[in-house]
């Protein structure tokens, strides 16, 4: 259910648009080019932001079709899980660093038939997740310390990203996919592809200039010169 192999899946990250104009703005996402919408749940204390949370996504819901990927940054997402579920996403992403519980709540998201994403930051070395592919569906390795968008690429994650795609390949849980979060633009994305990626989250470079059919086209376009 997750990708058809060697497609690259595009899923811009909302809190780089006009957050008050959101629903307006989706019914205009081609949903050709857009694939899925990325929604960065912040609680201000695993990270030092906040954003939204599930009565949000309800609500933006009614506006669109286009699937829903939900990053939660949130501190024990044991606590409030039930609410993100009952939203019926795509996909939900825990991170590693957020809980002592990462298998039995992945477990928890599949079992409601969500895809179950694990999420690592830049800080975490990538191996801490290799025991965890047999729950797990996706593997989100964050290219930026997770908080905010309009961050700068760092480097160190194409190195991550070829290290676990070699171990998932080579492995027990093959069919496991990764994404990327952070930092992704026309100069990077070709790169983070090669290196293994195949769900690619925009924020900035897909909402500059509120243009975000066409910087979607151009990012796409990136990937097929460069690669
Ligand atoms: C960072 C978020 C990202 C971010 C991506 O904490 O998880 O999804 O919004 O935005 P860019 O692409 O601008 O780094
Ligand atoms: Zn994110």
């Known amino acids: ?18 957050l008050t104009t959101i629903g307006e703005q989706v019914r205009r996402f081609d ?9 960065d749940v912040m609680d201000g204390n695993f990270v030092p932001n906040l954003t939204f949370g599930p009565g949000f996504i309800q609500q933006l819901k009614k506006h669109t079709t286009i699937p829903l990927d939900v990053h939660l940054m949130i501190e024990k997402p044991e606590r409030s899980l039930e609410q993100y ?14 809980t002592r519980f990462p298998a039995r709540i992945l477990q928890e998201i599949r079992r409601d038939g969500i895809v179950a994403g694990l999420s690592i930051n830049p ?7 290799f025991d965890l592919l047999p729950y797990t569906d996706m593997v989100l390795v964050m290219s930026v310390d997770p908080g905010f968008y309009g961050q700068t690429f ?3 994650a194409l ?3 070829r290290k676990l795609s070699g171990f998932i390949k080579a492995g027990a849980n093959p069919n496991v ?14 790169d983070v592809v090669r290196a293994g990626a195949e769900i690619i989250v ?16 151009i990012l796409l376009d990136s990937v097929n010169i460069t690669s």
């Open 202 to 217: 925009v924020g900035n470079s897909a909402f500059k200039g509120n243009d975000i059919n066409n910087n979607v086209r």
């Open 85 to 98: 579920v009952k939203t019926g996403p795509w996909c939900i992403t825990i991170h590693y660093e957020s």
């Open 123 to 129: 800080a975490t070395p990538v191996e801490a997740v």
């Open 159 to 161: 190195g991550r990203i």
């Open 177 to 190: 996919r990764i994404q990327v979060d952070g930092g992704i633009n026309s100069d990077n994305i070709a």
């Open 31 to 39: 949903a050709s080019l857009i694939n899925m919408l990325h929604l």
């Open 154 to 156: 760092m480097e160190s």
């Open 1 to 18: 259910m997750l990708t058809e192999q060697n497609r690259i899946l595009i899923s811009p990250s909302i809190i780089a648009s006009d």
